[in-house]
């Protein structure tokens, strides 16, 4: 295709691709490479990525020509153009949702080991302080706590009252975070000063 080609031309160079013309298509990528590359280049400000943004450019360009999608064949220059510009805007998309990497800190293993055996240690401290409570009471906060039903549901299941599995609950977490408090906190003269 000539440097300055006609809109005419490229009608004339879409029908060859649809008619399955390998040269036409070379002709296609050859005249529009160059320009599509300056446009990527200056919206992404990275060669490399503009490369890549390119070939992607042109293969949709192609593609689409091939399927019919072009319907007025004489408007082949604003068509790649646009599918250039669309590329880029959902490469920039895309980008921006891509999650930050950031470095960790040396004493990150550190503290995650903490963490867990701290979680750990409530976790003993729970389950301790749970046998301190009667097997009903017991039964109540679990099915409460950790299997999500309502008192209606465990009245039911123990043969009781909404209002005596409420009063229960209630008392049995008092006393499991009474013990776990009394149990967690440091002992006069337990730490030197």
């Known amino acids: 295709m000539k440097e300055s080609s006609t809109a005419g031309d490229h009608g004339k160079l879409v ?26 280049v200056a919206r992404t400000r990275d060669r490399e990525t503009a490369r890549d943004l390119l070939q992607d450019v042109l293969i949709a360009v192609l593609r689409s020509v091939r399927d019919g999608a072009l319907r007025d064949a004489e408007r082949l220059a604003p068509f790649v153009h646009g599918t250039a510009r669309n590329l880029v805007n959902n490469y920039f998309r895309d980008k921006i949702r891509e999650p930050k990497l950031e470095e960790l800190s040396d004493d990150c293993a550190g503290i995650v080991q903490q963490d867990m055996l701290e979680a750990n240690d409530r976790e003993r401290l729970v389950r301790e302080a749970l046998q301190t409570v009667d097997e009903t009471d017991r039964q109540i906060v679990l099915m409460t706590m950790v299997e999500g039903r309502k008192p209606g549901d465990i009245a039911t299941r123990l043969g009781l009252s909404s209002e005596v599995v409420r009063q229960r609950k209630s008392r049995a977490v008092r006393k499991i975070s009474d013990y776990v408090r009394q149990v967690s906190q440091p002992s006069p003269g337990q730490y030197p000063a």
């Open 15 to 40: 029908d060859r691709i649809r008619a399955g013309d390998g040269t036409a298509e070379e002709e296609l990528v050859r005249y529009f490479s160059p320009r599509v590359f300056a446009m990527l």
